[in-house]
């Protein structure tokens, strides 16, 4: 089952078979959708407010850097 359980106009969670994932726009100069999975943690930590946010939308970025995915790049 697909569930939107947040969405503040620049990031969505979804929830897919018990597993959570972020929507949000990683581009600078252009439009750049992506979908990452993401921690129930994570999406708690998301709702909680922009700082939070922030918080995790880097922590993805480094983990993505980390396994060789580029994150500024559209995976939608």
């Known amino acids: 089952m697909n569930e939107k ?6 990031l969505e969670i979804w929830k897919r078979d018990g597993r ?6 990683a581009g600078a100069h252009q439009i750049a959708i992506r979908e990452d999975e993401i921690s129930k943690e994570e999406a708690n930590q998301v709702m909680q407010g922009e700082h939070e946010a922030t918080s995790i939308l880097f922590a993805i970025q ?6 060789g995915i ?6 939608v």
Do not use: A, T, V
């Open 5 to 10: 359980i947040f969405d503040d106009g620049d």
């Open 20 to 25: 959570f994932y972020l929507r949000y726009d």
């Open 62 to 67: 480094r983990r993505l850097e980390k396994s």
């Open 70 to 75: 580029k994150p500024y790049k559209s995976n």
